[in-house]
Nanobody, 118 residues
Framework: QVQLVESGGGLVQPGGSLRLSCAAS????????MYWYRQAPEKQRELVAS???????NYVDSVKGRFTISRDDAKNTLYLQMNNLKPEDTALYYC????????????WGQGTQVTVSS
């Protein structure tokens, strides 16, 4: 199973930008799909964005037009470019993946904290 490590979080002012990275321990080129999730305090974990092996992407409505998910198979890395950040984007962000369409998600990593505050 590919191990994933998130990085790139931090404290940013409203309207600012961050780019999250998710480094994989092995090849991601054949993974069915990769995902970014987030969990805010006292809230359930939610799916933020996904990118499939055919490069198709999906986003939760609240981030459409502001976030961009991408994968660099040569670097075995998943990214989440986050622009025009809002306080409600504050959360612990996690990446995950499915090897096949019928697979379950992998183990959760430590995540990377994103805090949007003035």
């Amino acid at each position: 199973q590919v191990q994933l490590v998130e990085s790139g979080g931090g404290l940013v002012q409203p309207g600012g930008s961050l780019r999250l990275s998710c480094a994989a321990s092995g090849s991601i080129s054949s993974l069915y799909a990769m995902y970014w999730y987030r969990q805010a305090p006292e809230k359930q974990r939610e799916l933020v964005a996904s990118v499939a092996v055919d490069a198709g992407t999906n986003y939760v409505d609240s981030v459409k037009g502001r976030f961009t998910i991408s994968r660099d198979d040569a670097k075995n890395t998943l990214y989440l470019q986050m622009n025009n950040l809002k306080p409600e984007d504050t959360a612990l962000y996690y990446c995950n993946a499915k090897k096949y369409i019928w697979s379950t998600l992998g183990n959760w990593g430590q995540g990377t904290q994103v805090t949007v505050s003035s």
